[in-house]
């Protein structure tokens, strides 16, 4: 009877666990993981505790004992999904492309959704719709950077959303600031100063940089810099400490800014949006597109990396 009874107190623990984990409350998930994880170890709890780890970006810990799960559990989709999200994490990315292929692999392979390893962005998708404040913020935040001397524009879907109606994308997620490289510890700085709190260590990177603010508003801080080589203008995800040309690297047309009047003061803007634009999304940027997926359909992008 202790044994059943010890049994029955670890399944309600789990579900605990998870119902934890799918609410976001993710201190509390990842407590009662830990006292599952040392009661009785399990493929379950590894994959999870990974997860949560990589959410303070510290997915390395987990490599070996992701590893060493997976040989026992060969065909779980998730289980390598989340070891290329810690190989990833490590900049261990010729490993985390390798770990992601296998993940797909057995995606397509087993045509089941893994019920077992949903990681938190992706439970539960949900429809983004930014709030009646996120444009004022936007343009007031951007004010505020002109006073400061910084030259913060707005860029990619903003930009996009500005261009096309005169407002935001209804369903965006966020708010993109586009920043000369030059100025991005200013800029970051400055919304510091004024509330913003950067999101999730900016998920590894050094390009963007996310904040979110108090408001709940996230916003993405994107560098644009120049080539040495080359003198072109160059954007995109770029990570630290590993060889540049593996980041993904974006090419647009040199950017030149005017000063422009807004609801909340003068704010600086491309001069000539449209090229920016036809960089970032192609010919057609002014039709929506519910399949085009910036992060691998643009068409400046210098190289698959």
């Not at 623990?13 to 009785?40: R, V």
């Not at 935001?168 to 400055?190: C, E, F, R, T, Y």
């Not at 400490?241 to 090419?251: K, V």
């Amino acid at each position: 009877m202790n044994t059943d009874a010890s049994s029955l107190d670890l399944n309600t623990l789990l579900q605990q666990a998870i119902q934890l984990f799918e609410n976001g409350s993710y201190s509390q998930s990842e407590a009662a993981f830990q006292q599952l994880h040392q009661a009785k170890s399990s493929f379950l709890s590894t994959l999870y505790l990974a997860q949560l780890a990589q959410l303070r970006q510290e997915g390395a810990y987990w490599i070996n004992p992701l590893e060493e799960a997976l040989t026992q559990h060969r065909d779980s989709a998730d289980g390598y999904y989340i070891l290329g999200h810690s190989y990833q994490q490590n900049r261990q990315l010729p490993q985390a492309a390798q770990a992601f292929y296998l993940a797909l692999n057995w995606r397509l392979q087993n045509q089941l959704i893994d019920p077992v390893g949903a990681t938190p962005s992706q439970h539960k998708p949900q429809q983004h719709t930014l709030s009646a404040e996120a444009l004022p913020l936007l343009l007031k935040t951007l004010t505020g950077l002109k006073q400061v001397g910084l030259h913060a524009f707005p860029t990619a879907g903003t930009l996009l959303g500005l261009e096309r109606t005169g407002q935001l994308l209804p369903n965006d997620k966020d708010v993109d600031i586009g920043i000369d490289w030059s100025q991005m510890g200013a800029a970051i700085n400055h919304l510091t100063a004024e509330g913003w709190q950067e999101e999730g260590a900016s998920y590894g990177m050094i390009n963007p940089r996310c904040f979110r603010h108090p408001s709940s508003l996230v916003l993405d801080l994107c560098g644009y810099a120049t080539e040495q080589t080359t003198g072109e203008t160059i954007s995109g995800l770029w990570m630290p400490d590993i060889p540049f040309d593996w980041n993904r690297i974006t090419r647009f047309p040199a950017i030149q800014l005017i000063r422009k009047q807004s609801a909340f003061g003068v704010i600086w803007y491309p001069r000539q949006p449209e090229q920016l634009l036809e960089a970032l999304y192609g010919t057609d940027w002014q039709t929506p597109d519910a399949h085009f997926d910036t992060i691998v359909c643009a068409p400046n992008l210098l190289k698959d990396s």
